[in-house]
């Protein structure tokens, strides 16, 4: 008989950012110190919200049915809020952004991605598919973890405490968008998406 596949854990990383996030990398760290045996993925995504969703989509269809939990931050936890809606996946969600396409309205136009490098230009029609993306009332709320830092300079934590007002919550004073610490929490992460055996 062949040996079960081991769980994946899919990191989904924010806008501007890549592969290289540092909670991603922090994430890739703890599971090799500890020795678990859960693979991990943190792909490197498009720069415009559908095209990146899309390419989650394949991932998690391509690695189905083995055993698969999501993690997102700013506005990967957007994504990741609905990726976890449409395949029932847990995930533990980190300074999320709520309704993305209010903040992002005023960064139409050009950009450069500071980790990648790759140019690309945001136009209205990438916030319409912000808009269609959006989860209006989450089925499963206890599927969901939430971080949240009172001290997030970049989005207001309070729209996600209201949000995921359903969802379990660990909301820490001070920090920043980044999430200061986010490694003192993997132990707790990783024990609530039930991958470790």
Do not use: W
């Not at 062949?2 to 806008?15: D, E, N, Q, S, T």
């Not at 847990?90 to 960064?107: F, G, K």
């Not at 206890?142 to 995921?164: C, H, I, M, N, P």
Request: aromatic share 8%; proline share 7%.
């Amino acid at each position: 008989m062949p040996a079960p596949l081991r769980p994946l854990l899919i990191y989904v990383h924010g806008f501007q950012s890549s592969s290289q996030a540092e909670k991603a990398q922090e994430t890739r760290s703890f599971l090799e110190k500890q020795g678990l045996s859960i693979d991990f993925a943190a792909p490197t995504l498009s720069n415009y919200p559908l095209e990146s969703y899309r390419q989650l989509q394949v991932l998690i269809e391509q690695n189905q049915p083995r055993q698969m939990a999501l993690m997102g931050s700013s506005m990967g936890g957007f994504t990741v809020t609905a990726l976890a809606q449409h395949y029932g996946l847990p995930a533990v969600i980190i300074n999320p952004a709520v309704r993305p396409y209010e903040l992002m309205d005023s960064l139409l136009g050009h950009h450069t991605n500071p980790y990648t490098g790759v140019t690309f230009t945001l136009r209205d029609r990438h916030m319409e598919e912000l808009q269609h993306m959006e989860v209006v009332e989450i089925n499963h709320p206890s599927r969901l973890l939430v971080l949240l830092q009172t001290g997030d300079e970049v989005l207001d934590y309070q729209k996600a405490v209201e949000f995921y007002g359903a969802c379990p919550q660990v909301v820490e004073e001070g920090g920043d968008h980044r999430f200061q610490n986010f490694e003192k929490h993997l132990p707790d992460v990783i024990k609530f998406l039930e991958l470790a055996s």
